[in-house]
């Protein structure tokens, strides 16, 4: 499992730009249908990731030579700012599931061991929408367990919802990603 490291949590700035970005609170058609052509690493690097980061980094209890920290959220401004990556994470992950979305705009390096190439990426998609869209679905489900433990302010839930999610990353990244390698020798997640 992921362990639950430090850094800060998103600024509450954010939340105008999330809400006027996500197409299901009505934002102009424009920017949704922009949006929606982003490719599944864009949506990745850009939303996914962050996002669960956010989320992870949020509960921790840290022991070390300088003490103990019991990170947790403690202000209102704080629960909001995880309120809002949960959110994004949610609408990342259906995002993700919506059918033909290209894997990359820019392939070209090559892949790291026992991962799999972008065409063979792609090519797995295509054979196997149903499975990635599962996967996503599962995604949607961790995120939306979070945003309720968030909604009920309770640390230790979300400290389990970021565990379910790790294992939903995982679970697409074994099938769609590098199936032919072990978590300990592979990429981070
Ligand atoms: C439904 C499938 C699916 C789920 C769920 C998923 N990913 Fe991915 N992810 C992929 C695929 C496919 C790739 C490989 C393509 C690529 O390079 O982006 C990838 C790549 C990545 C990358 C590398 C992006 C890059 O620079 O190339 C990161 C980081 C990442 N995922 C993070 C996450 C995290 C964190 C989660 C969970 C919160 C997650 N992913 C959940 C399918 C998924």
Known sequence: MKTFAIRGLLPALCLPLVIAT?????ADGAVARAADRATVQELMVTVVDPAADTLWDSVAYIANEHGVEDRRPRTDAEWNALAAAADRLIAGAQRLREPGRRVTDAPGGNPGPGELSVRQIGERLAADPRTFGLAA?????TGRRARAAIAAHDPDGLLAAGGEIDAACEACHRVFWYPDQTRQGGPAR
């Open 22 to 26: 996500n197409p299901a609170n009505g």
């Open 137 to 141: 679905r599962r995604l949607e489900a």
